[in-house]
């Protein structure tokens, strides 16, 4: 009996104190208030930065939800002009500015429109429309006779893109513009030229992610004239293109899917001696996809088929695997290729100076683009990626200069050929950035290439580095320098100094000042070393030229 006094006593003299301290603690205000918790109690708050006064107590829950990192590197080589503004109350949705207008002009003619407006026309329907011109008219060096020639080259493209959100889908309807005009040397078999280009498409892509596929569609009419090629006029082009992707869930993180494009071509020449080369390509890539936190696969291949000028079958692999650790390292391979048409697009994206002589070059074919790499983020603000590979490359387009005679003169011209090739490559990119005031960039690769036909080399790189670097040394101020170098590959039928291309040295800069809300002065500076860098054999980039202008938002 006397034992369980003891233990009666000692349980008061344990409670008593927290009796008198809940008696004595003073009552609840706006900013003091007492929760006594008898239960685990870990709340979610989503910012707790904006959080200005207490939240009302509700019954406490435990929070078990997994944390997803997102491990994609994206290198930084360009900041926003504006940091992100400080929290204010009451807290309202930012309004954005959908249109954006900018116009500049300098030396040598040098020229720079833009405009793009997006309108939100409903909660379900937005059109984005813009438009874009730039070009030069100028002196610039003439490297076959000497000299200077005058040069001149307009670029106009415009699209406009509509789109409508369904429960389940989005519908996208567009089309685009554009032209190129642009004259050529003096002793050239053309004079100049106009590239007329236009499109329309129609696509859907599904949204809803409960669904058990995902699917992606689209038909595309593309159409391009080219006004002058070697004795004709008017080549024109009309390509078909039908493209979809399907993915069904086999798991929650494993998916088989397979994608379909294909392509008809139909031809118009002028010229007597070239008959219609018209063809169909079909191209496909069965698929399995694997994503886990740590780990993603890709499991495909590329079958393709090209009928109409001789049927045609290739395979190449689509295969990729990557490892994430630590976070923020990700270990990669991969083996991928496939087809490439030659089409009077990529013909100009390859050389807008060259000509069709004896109809369009055969399709490239890539059988094999084997890459090994490693991406990492050290330290916050940094990132670096090195790799290397392999690339076996079938009838990879080109151009080549050839002499052409026409009575006493002889004349000039470049012509889209193509050849086998094939290059060892390896390089590393690393960046830095802190807040919005400072950003760098470098990147440097070495290639190794072979092929049979020698001159297919010449505009190939051996070294290829980039510097970049942005800094804001005042708040509306944003400066940004440049600099590439491109040593070309020896090339023994070419007689050139040393064999090769001279090498390229741009260094280039700009500046952009915001003195007013939405409205900013803009200045480039191109060529500073004034060197006569060619990207298109004979046709050398201008010397040194600027570029200034203003840009509005609204």
């Avoid at 926003?80 to 002009?105: H, K, L, M, N």
């Avoid at 813009?130 to 106009?156: A, C, H, P, Q, V």
């Avoid at 595309?220 to 004239?225: A, D, E, P």
């Avoid at 500073?528 to 040194?544: A, D, E, T």
Wanted: hydrophobic residues 35%.
């Amino acid at each position: 009996m006397k034992r369980n006094h003891y233990i009666l006593a000692g349980i008061l003299c344990t409670t008593f104190p927290l009796f008198t301290q809940a008696q004595n603690q003073p009552a609840d205000s706006t900013l003091i208030r007492t929760v006594v918790v008898e239960q685990e109690y870990n709340p979610d708050i989503m910012d707790a930065s904006k959080v200005n006064v207490l939240p009302p107590v509700e019954e406490p829950t435990v929070s078990r939800k997994e944390v997803a990192y997102d491990a994609t590197l994206n290198p930084a080589t360009a900041l926003p002009s504006d940091p992100i503004g400080a929290y204010t109350a009451p807290e309202a949705q930012q309004r954005y500015t959908p249109g954006y207008v900018r116009a500049g002009y300098g030396s040598r003619g040098n020229l720079d429109l833009f405009a793009n407006y997006l309108f939100r026309l409903s909660g379900r329907d937005k059109l984005d429309v813009n438009f874009r011109m730039e070009g030069m008219n100028g002196k610039t060096d003439d490297l076959i006779r000497g000299g200077t020639w005058s040069s001149f080259y307009y670029r106009t493209r415009g699209q406009a893109l509509y789109q409508h959100t369904f429960n389940s889908l989005d519908l996208n309807i567009g089309g685009s513009f554009g032209q190129s005009n642009f004259n050529l040397t003096p002793q050239s078999l053309v004079p100049k030229q106009k590239l007329s280009s236009g499109h329309a498409h129609i696509g859907v892509l599904s949204t809803d992610n409960e669904a058990p596929l995902h699917y992606k569609a689209e038909t595309r009419i593309l159409f391009y004239n080219r006004q002058h090629d070697a004795y004709s006029t008017g080549n024109k082009e009309t390509l078909i293109r039908t493209k979809a992707d399907v993915r069904g869930e086999l798991q929650e993180d494993q998916f088989i899917g397979i994608a379909v494009e294909m392509n008809n071509l139909f031809y118009s020449y002028e010229q007597t001696d070239i008959e219609a080369d018209n063809y169909t390509t079909v191209d496909l890539n069965p698929y399995f996809l694997w994503n886990t936190d740590t780990w993603d696969l890709r499991l495909g291949a590329h079958a393709d088929f090209s009928l109409g000028t001789g049927t045609t079958f290739r395979a190449s692999p689509d295969v990729e695997a990557g490892y994430t650790f630590s976070d923020t390292y990700r270990v990669y391979a991969s083996a991928t290729g496939g087809r490439r048409l030659n089409d009077f697009r990529t013909l100009e994206e390859n050389s807008p100076y060259g000509i069709i002589r004896q109809g369009k070059p055969e399709d490239t074919y890539e059988l094999i683009h084997a890459t090994l790499g490693l991406k990492g983020s050290p330290l916050p603000g940094t990132w670096f990626h090195i790799f290397g590979g392999y690339r076996n490359i079938k009838k990879e387009l080109y151009h080549s200069s050839a002499l052409f005679s026409t009575g006493n003169d002889g004349v000039e011209a470049i012509l889209y050929q193509t050849a086998n090739s094939d290059n060892l490559h390896g390089g590393a990119e690393l960046g830095y950035a802190y807040k919005d005031l400072l950003s760098l960039s470098f990147t440097a690769t070495g290639y190794h290439w072979n092929s049979k036909e020698d001159f297919a080399l010449l505009l190939k790189p051996v070294f290829a580095g980039k510097a970049e670097a942005g800094f804001r040394p005042v708040h509306p101020l944003w400066i940004t320098a440049g600099y590439e170098y491109i040593q070309r590959e020896k090339v023994s039928s070419y007689g050139g100094e040393n064999g090769s291309l001279p090498a390229i040295h741009d260094l280039r800069l700009s500046a952009t000042y915001n003195f007013y809300k939405g409205v900013s002065i803009y200045a480039h500076v191109n060529n500073l070393l004034n060197k006569k860098n060619q990207y298109y054999i004979n046709y050398p980039v201008q010397g040194f030229n600027f570029l200034g202008g203003l840009s509005f938002r609204f």
